[in-house]
Protein backbone atom coordinates (compact mmCIF):
# COMPACT_ATOMS: atom_id res chain seq x y z
CA UNK A 1 0.00 0.00 0.00
CA UNK A 2 1.59 3.43 -1.00
CA UNK A 3 2.48 6.07 1.14
CA UNK A 4 0.25 9.03 2.06
CA UNK A 5 1.54 12.39 2.04
CA UNK A 6 0.77 14.91 4.60
CA UNK A 7 -0.19 17.29 2.52
CA UNK A 8 -3.47 15.27 1.29
CA UNK A 9 -4.98 16.10 4.57
CA UNK A 10 -3.59 19.69 4.99
CA UNK A 11 -6.25 21.96 4.41
CA UNK A 12 -6.52 24.59 1.73
CA UNK A 13 -6.13 27.75 3.57
CA UNK A 14 -6.69 30.19 0.50
CA UNK A 15 -9.99 28.84 -0.39
CA UNK A 16 -11.29 29.19 3.20
CA UNK A 17 -10.30 32.64 3.02
CA UNK A 18 -11.77 33.26 0.09
CA UNK A 19 -15.33 31.96 0.69
CA UNK A 20 -14.63 33.54 4.49
CA UNK A 21 -17.81 36.22 5.37
CA UNK A 22 -14.88 38.33 6.34
CA UNK A 23 -13.22 38.07 3.20
CA UNK A 24 -16.51 38.86 1.11
CA UNK A 25 -16.65 42.05 3.30
CA UNK A 26 -13.44 43.38 2.64
CA UNK A 27 -13.92 42.81 -1.03
CA UNK A 28 -17.10 44.76 -0.98
CA UNK A 29 -15.76 47.39 0.77
CA UNK A 30 -13.03 47.39 -1.56
CA UNK A 31 -15.18 47.94 -4.20
CA UNK A 32 -16.98 50.40 -2.73
CA UNK A 33 -13.91 52.39 -2.13
CA UNK A 34 -13.03 52.59 -5.70
CA UNK A 35 -16.09 53.99 -6.95
CA UNK A 36 -16.01 56.62 -4.64
CA UNK A 37 -12.13 57.20 -5.57
CA UNK A 38 -13.37 57.31 -9.16
CA UNK A 39 -16.24 59.26 -8.71
CA UNK A 40 -13.97 61.87 -6.81
CA UNK A 41 -11.82 62.32 -10.43
CA UNK A 42 -15.12 62.06 -12.56
CA UNK A 43 -17.55 64.70 -10.50
CA UNK A 44 -15.00 67.60 -11.22
CA UNK A 45 -15.05 66.93 -14.45
CA UNK A 46 -18.84 66.93 -15.36
CA UNK A 47 -18.82 70.09 -13.47
CA UNK A 48 -16.60 71.44 -15.88
CA UNK A 49 -17.58 70.17 -18.59
CA UNK A 50 -21.12 71.71 -17.45
CA UNK A 51 -20.20 75.07 -16.92
CA UNK A 52 -18.01 74.95 -19.82
CA UNK A 53 -21.01 74.35 -21.68
CA UNK A 54 -22.78 77.25 -19.85
CA UNK A 55 -20.83 79.44 -20.72
CA UNK A 56 -20.88 78.58 -24.63
CA UNK A 57 -24.65 78.87 -24.42
CA UNK A 58 -24.52 82.55 -22.90
CA UNK A 59 -21.58 83.19 -25.20
CA UNK A 60 -23.86 82.36 -28.64
CA UNK A 61 -26.79 84.07 -27.12
CA UNK A 62 -25.11 87.63 -26.06
CA UNK A 63 -22.59 87.66 -29.24
CA UNK A 64 -23.45 90.60 -30.72
CA UNK A 65 -24.14 91.12 -34.36
CA UNK A 66 -22.58 93.34 -37.32
CA UNK A 67 -23.85 96.70 -37.41
CA UNK A 68 -26.16 96.75 -41.49
CA UNK A 69 -25.80 99.48 -44.10
CA UNK A 70 -28.09 100.25 -46.56
CA UNK A 71 -28.33 103.17 -49.11
CA UNK A 72 -31.45 104.93 -49.06
CA UNK A 73 -31.01 107.49 -51.66
CA UNK A 74 -28.88 108.82 -54.13
CA UNK A 75 -29.38 111.90 -56.49
CA UNK A 76 -26.50 112.89 -59.13
CA UNK A 77 -26.74 116.41 -59.78
CA UNK A 78 -25.17 118.17 -62.92
CA UNK A 79 -25.30 121.48 -62.32
CA UNK A 80 -25.70 124.13 -65.67
CA UNK A 81 -23.10 126.66 -64.41
CA UNK A 82 -20.31 124.49 -65.18
CA UNK A 83 -18.45 126.67 -62.08
CA UNK A 84 -20.23 124.75 -59.95
CA UNK A 85 -18.86 121.72 -58.73
CA UNK A 86 -20.89 118.11 -59.63
CA UNK A 87 -22.44 116.28 -56.46
CA UNK A 88 -23.80 113.51 -55.06
CA UNK A 89 -26.28 113.42 -52.45
CA UNK A 90 -26.72 110.43 -50.74
CA UNK A 91 -28.94 108.90 -47.82
CA UNK A 92 -27.39 105.84 -45.88
CA UNK A 93 -29.04 104.17 -42.81
CA UNK A 94 -27.12 102.54 -39.83
CA UNK A 95 -28.87 99.53 -38.01
CA UNK A 96 -27.69 98.27 -34.56
CA UNK A 97 -29.79 95.18 -34.22
CA UNK A 98 -28.61 93.90 -31.14
CA UNK A 99 -30.65 94.88 -27.71
CA UNK A 100 -27.79 94.15 -25.51
CA UNK A 101 -24.91 95.60 -27.12
CA UNK A 102 -24.26 99.64 -28.33
CA UNK A 103 -21.67 100.22 -30.78
CA UNK A 104 -18.89 102.43 -30.25
CA UNK A 105 -17.96 103.80 -34.70
CA UNK A 106 -14.05 105.41 -35.38
CA UNK A 107 -14.63 107.16 -38.46
CA UNK A 108 -16.33 105.72 -41.35
CA UNK A 109 -15.12 106.22 -45.22
CA UNK A 110 -17.68 105.81 -47.74
CA UNK A 111 -16.77 106.41 -51.31
CA UNK A 112 -18.14 106.03 -54.53
CA UNK A 113 -16.55 104.64 -57.86
CA UNK A 114 -17.50 104.02 -61.51
CA UNK A 115 -15.92 102.13 -64.35
CA UNK A 116 -13.90 99.75 -65.08
CA UNK A 117 -11.49 99.71 -63.62
CA UNK A 118 -13.37 101.99 -60.63
CA UNK A 119 -12.78 105.40 -60.14
CA UNK A 120 -13.59 107.39 -57.94
CA UNK A 121 -15.82 109.88 -58.64
CA UNK A 122 -16.31 111.27 -54.50
CA UNK A 123 -15.45 110.47 -51.41
CA UNK A 124 -16.71 111.46 -47.69
CA UNK A 125 -15.82 111.09 -43.91
CA UNK A 126 -18.75 110.31 -41.78
CA UNK A 127 -17.36 111.02 -37.75
CA UNK A 128 -16.97 109.03 -34.93
CA UNK A 129 -20.44 108.45 -33.17
CA UNK A 130 -22.18 105.96 -30.78
CA UNK A 131 -24.97 104.42 -31.49
CA UNK A 132 -27.48 102.71 -28.99
CA UNK A 133 -28.80 99.30 -28.49
CA UNK A 134 -31.93 98.38 -31.17
CA UNK A 135 -31.08 102.19 -33.06
CA UNK A 136 -31.51 103.24 -36.51
CA UNK A 137 -29.25 105.75 -37.85
CA UNK A 138 -30.02 108.00 -41.34
CA UNK A 139 -26.86 109.93 -42.35
CA UNK A 140 -27.39 112.43 -45.67
CA UNK A 141 -24.73 114.75 -46.96
CA UNK A 142 -23.48 116.19 -49.99
CA UNK A 143 -20.56 115.11 -51.93
CA UNK A 144 -18.02 116.52 -54.26
CA UNK A 145 -17.48 114.92 -57.21
CA UNK A 146 -14.21 114.81 -58.99
CA UNK A 147 -14.66 116.21 -62.61
CA UNK A 148 -12.62 113.41 -64.36
CA UNK A 149 -14.40 110.23 -63.71
CA UNK A 150 -17.82 112.31 -63.24
CA UNK A 151 -17.98 113.24 -66.96
CA UNK A 152 -17.95 109.57 -67.88
CA UNK A 153 -20.30 108.59 -65.07
CA UNK A 154 -22.89 111.73 -65.97
CA UNK A 155 -22.57 110.78 -69.86
CA UNK A 156 -23.91 107.28 -68.89
CA UNK A 157 -26.91 108.43 -66.81
CA UNK A 158 -27.77 110.90 -70.03
CA UNK A 159 -27.78 107.96 -72.17
CA UNK A 160 -29.47 105.36 -69.87
CA UNK A 161 -29.55 103.39 -66.80
CA UNK A 162 -26.29 103.08 -65.43
CA UNK A 163 -24.42 101.30 -62.16
CA UNK A 164 -22.56 103.46 -59.02
CA UNK A 165 -20.85 101.53 -57.04
CA UNK A 166 -20.20 102.47 -53.50
CA UNK A 167 -17.26 101.01 -50.90
CA UNK A 168 -17.29 101.66 -47.31
CA UNK A 169 -14.99 101.10 -44.70
CA UNK A 170 -15.08 101.40 -41.08
CA UNK A 171 -14.16 100.22 -37.36
CA UNK A 172 -16.37 99.83 -34.40
CA UNK A 173 -16.37 98.57 -30.68
CA UNK A 174 -19.59 96.85 -28.75
CA UNK A 175 -19.94 97.67 -24.87
CA UNK A 176 -22.33 95.17 -23.43
CA UNK A 177 -23.07 95.17 -20.06
CA UNK A 178 -20.44 97.94 -19.17
CA UNK A 179 -17.54 96.46 -21.09
CA UNK A 180 -15.62 97.33 -24.02
CA UNK A 181 -15.09 94.69 -26.92
CA UNK A 182 -11.50 95.37 -29.33
CA UNK A 183 -12.20 97.16 -32.47
CA UNK A 184 -13.96 94.98 -34.79
CA UNK A 185 -12.60 96.17 -39.02
CA UNK A 186 -15.48 95.99 -41.29
CA UNK A 187 -15.35 96.57 -45.41
CA UNK A 188 -18.12 96.88 -47.40
CA UNK A 189 -19.27 97.42 -50.84
CA UNK A 190 -22.29 97.40 -53.00
CA UNK A 191 -23.91 98.19 -56.32
CA UNK A 192 -26.71 101.06 -57.01
CA UNK A 193 -28.37 100.96 -60.03
CA UNK A 194 -28.83 105.00 -61.41
CA UNK A 195 -32.10 105.67 -63.30
CA UNK A 196 -31.86 108.26 -66.11
CA UNK A 197 -33.14 111.17 -64.03
CA UNK A 198 -29.63 110.19 -62.02
CA UNK A 199 -31.59 108.69 -58.80
CA UNK A 200 -31.46 105.74 -57.28
CA UNK A 201 -33.88 103.03 -58.59
CA UNK A 202 -36.67 102.55 -56.62
CA UNK A 203 -36.86 99.03 -57.32
CA UNK A 204 -35.61 98.03 -53.83
CA UNK A 205 -36.72 100.18 -50.66
CA UNK A 206 -33.40 100.15 -50.10
CA UNK A 207 -30.19 98.66 -51.22
CA UNK A 208 -27.70 96.64 -48.53
CA UNK A 209 -24.20 96.90 -48.40
CA UNK A 210 -22.45 93.32 -47.97
CA UNK A 211 -19.32 92.00 -47.44
CA UNK A 212 -18.80 89.67 -50.53
CA UNK A 213 -20.13 89.19 -54.03
CA UNK A 214 -18.30 88.20 -56.86
CA UNK A 215 -20.02 90.73 -59.15
CA UNK A 216 -18.82 93.44 -57.00
CA UNK A 217 -15.42 92.01 -57.18
CA UNK A 218 -12.61 93.84 -55.24
CA UNK A 219 -13.09 97.55 -54.72
CA UNK A 220 -10.32 99.87 -54.65
CA UNK A 221 -10.20 101.48 -51.46
CA UNK A 222 -6.95 103.88 -50.81
CA UNK A 223 -6.90 103.76 -47.41
Known sequence: MPAISPAYYAPNYNNLLHHSPLYNEINALSQISNIFVKS??????????????????????????????????????HPSNSS????IFYSLQIENPNKDSSIYYDKTILSFLYGEPEDEVGET???????GTGNTRDVSDTVNAKPRPFKPLFSAISNATTELKV???????????????????????????????GKLSRKKKKYPLSRNSNKLGRFKIRH
Open 40 to 77: LYIWPLKVIGLLGLIVLCLWLALRPKNPSYSIMFISIQ
Open 84 to 87: ENCT
Open 125 to 131: TIVPFHQ
Open 167 to 197: ALITRYRYKTWGIKSKFHGLQLKGILPIDSD
